[in-house]
């Protein structure tokens, strides 16, 4: 029987792989879509616990989730642009003038 | 018995993925994982009864966001040399390291839980009226900051990224 938890087991899966692709890969554009793989589980939980008790508020939430990661995105590639137009490059060690 | 084996279909392609994202060199074919694991997981929403939520997560995530990064991607046209060389400090090993030993321990930790089934749902659960009610009556404060997110968000893109503003 699929209980509450084998959701969980996967959003936790695909919450640690965003953590580890923000960790170690240093492309932008591949550190956004592993924030957004982040998000994903984190939704994934959340849908999962608010069927497990019947309740709907959960999927409200994830929909707000998903409106923040949609703004997240929309900046997150603008900054992208601004960045690769003023440096040619992509590359996040690139980019420490803010290192004390 | 279904219902297991589309689980175990949707997740374990669901994570294979996930891990290609982070693992492919090219960002083009990492959007197009993340693309098959964005539909994959709109699967799992709606095998959980979150129809509208799976229909929203493949119109705004797959659809407009996706789509968003592709542009992106192919405006950028990288070429090998602009990537520059990775960086791979002991200091992010050990980081990645942690993240997967604790990823291991916190599964282990949920798998040793009570199970306890998905149980009933009241009628109507998932719906876009369960969903328009909800954001409409309890969430409408944060359903109108979201609006202003979104405005903000726009705003600063296009502030952002334009070459020239004024």
Known sequence: MITVLHYLVVSFMLFGIGVLGVLLRRNLLILLMSVELMLNGGNLALIAFSRAHGESSGQGIAVFVITVAAAEAAVGLALVLALFRHRGKVNADEFRELKG | MAEALLFYVFGSLAVLLALLVVALKNPIHSAVALIGNLF???????????????????????????????????????????????????????????????????????????????????????????????????????????????????????????????
């Open chain 2, 40 to 166: 994959l997981v709109a699967g799992l929403f709606a095998m959980l009864d979150a129809h509208f939520l799976a229909a929203i997560q493949v119109l705004v995530y797959a659809g407009a966001i996706l789509v968003l990064f592709l542009f992106v991607i192919m405006l950028l046209n990288l070429q090998d040399g602009e990537l520059g060389a990775a960086q791979r400090t002991p200091i992010k090993w050990l980081a990645a390291v942690a993240v997967l030993g604790s990823g291991t321990v916190g599964i282990v930790l949920l798998l040793h839980q009570p199970a306890y089934g998905l149980g009933t749902i009241p009628e109507g659960f998932g719906t876009i009226e369960a969903i328009g009610r909800l954001l409409f009556g309890r969430y409408l404060l944060p359903f109108e900051a979201a609006s202003i997110i979104l405005l903000s968000a726009i705003l600063g893109a296009v502030a952002i990224a334009k070459r020239e503003l004024w």
